[in-house]
T-cell receptor, first 112, second 111 residues
Framework: EADIYQTPRYLVIGTGKKITLECSQTMGHDKMYWYQQDPGMELHLIHYSYGVNSTEKGDLSSESTVSRIRTEHFPLTLESARPSHTSQYLC???????????FGEGSWLTVV | GEDVEQSLFLSVREGDSSVINCTYTDSSSTYLYWYKQEPGAGLQLLTYIFSNMDMKQDQRLTVLLNKKDKHLSLRIADTQTGDSAIYFCAEIPQGYQKVTFGTGTKLQVIP
């Protein structure tokens, strides 16, 4: 069972607000990821990290930013939310040497 | 580049077997995975297979890998209504640079 947690699970915010989606894992994994997924659609990698102080942009351009100050924590921030940011955001992690990726339960963001 | 394709939708009757298919393009892939996503949830790892294997069975799940055709399938025996979900296959090429997910197959189980 994966020990990776996301908060909040569900959030509705107004346009222009700043929001941070939290992701924590207790497995000691070095590699962490953020995916964006519209309902029932494919996953798009937006950010990933190889370890502390490492952040990389994914395949899909995103206005969000990430930070990796601690191994277990990989928060995603939107400085000014827009309705186009409405989506599900999935956090995941894996060992650098291992290949299995474990996912959190997801954060559903609605921007009104 | 890598590309992983799946059919979008599959409907089966409860008790029948389901077969979900996936094709991939990277011949160097060393790991291939199946994930299950229930509505409103994250992806749950179901099973995986190494590229040096042809088949893997885990209770009601059977994974078949045809490396020549780059075809991966997931068979669910005695499909139950709780199996209704979206199923994603994923490949990890050698060197572990990037994971590529398929587009997902929505499985609908009719009681």
């Amino acid at each position: 069972e994966a020990d990776i947690y996301q908060t909040p699970r569900y959030l509705v915010i107004g346009t222009g607000k700043k929001i941070t989606l939290e992701c924590s894992q207790t497995m000691g994994h070095d590699k962490m990821y953020w995916y964006q997924q519209d309902p029932g659609m494919e996953l798009h990698l937006i950010h990933y990290s190889y370890g502390v102080n490492s952040t990389e942009k994914g395949d899909l351009s995103s206005e969000s930013t990430v930070s990796r100050i601690r191994t277990e924590h990989f928060p995603l921030t939107l400085e000014s939310a827009r309705p186009s940011h409405t989506s599900q955001y999935l956090c995941a992690s894996s060992r650098v040497s291992g290949n299995t990726i474990y996912f959190g339960e997801g954060s559903w963001l609605t921007v009104v | 580049g890598e590309d992983v394709e799946q059919s979008l939708f599959l409907s089966v009757r409860e008790g029948d077997s389901s077969v979900i298919n996936c094709t991939y393009t990277d011949s160097s892939s060393t790991y291939l995975y199946w994930y299950k996503q229930e509505p409103g949830a994250g992806l749950q790892l179901l099973t995986y297979i190494f590229s040096n294997m042809d088949m893997k069975q885990d209770q009601r799940l059977t994974v078949l890998l045809n490396k020549k055709d780059k075809h991966l399938s997931l068979r669910i025996a005695d499909t139950q209504t709780g199996d209704s979900a979206i199923y994603f296959c994923a490949e990890i090429p050698q060197g572990y640079q990037k994971v590529t997910f398929g587009t997902g197959t929505k499985l609908q189980v009719i009681p």
